[in-house]
């Protein structure tokens, strides 16, 4: 019966369990469940760094804006994606890169944000960044973020 159910839990619960159960049958029980996390761990992490942020181009029609969403933690591991596909965007586009779904995000993705931000204009690139302030954050790069985010909008809101 508990198989089955993690079975029904899809493949994010079925396998660390398969692994626990296992590892627990041919080890002990510290081991095997030592196994099942790391194998949790590990599939906890490669999710997170294939998806750190959600940006369809095959659907994205040309004059619109260019919507860039978070995940919910943005770690250091997806900061090169994140600058790869900042940088990628042509000039004289409107970005939105929406934060409201994030709780956590890596400082270093977080200066990522502000160049990008300090960059635009020269590129004549709108850009919006919503929910930052509600996102954990350390140090006083996330303040610096803040207001150049508000400037930037600021900035913006004066464009015809």
Do not use: C
Request: avoid cysteine; charge should be negative; aromatic fraction near 8%.
């Amino acid at each position: 019966a508990q198989f089955q159910a993690m079975y029904r839990g899809g493949f994010t619960q079925f396998v660390p369990f398969v692994v626990t159960v296992l590892g627990v049958a041919f080890t002990d029980l510290l081991i095997g469940v030592g196994l099942g996390l790391a194998v949790a761990i590990v599939h906890i992490l490669w999710t997170n760094y294939n998806a750190p942020f959600h940006f369809d181009p095959d659907n994205h029609k040309p004059g619109e804006a260019v919507r860039v969403e978070l995940s919910e933690d943005v770690t250091f591991l997806n900061k090169a994606g994140i600058k790869r596909t900042l940088g990628e965007m042509p000039d004289g586009t409107h970005v939105i890169i929406d934060a409201r779904r994030s709780v956590h995000m890596h400082p270093d993705v977080r200066e990522i944000l502000q160049e990008f931000l300090e960059s635009a204009e020269g590129r004549n690139i709108r850009a919006e960044v919503h929910g930052l302030e509600g996102i954990a954050a350390r140090g006083s790069s996330a303040d610096r973020l803040t207001r150049s985010v508000h400037s930037a909008a600021k900035s913006n809101d004066d464009r015809p």
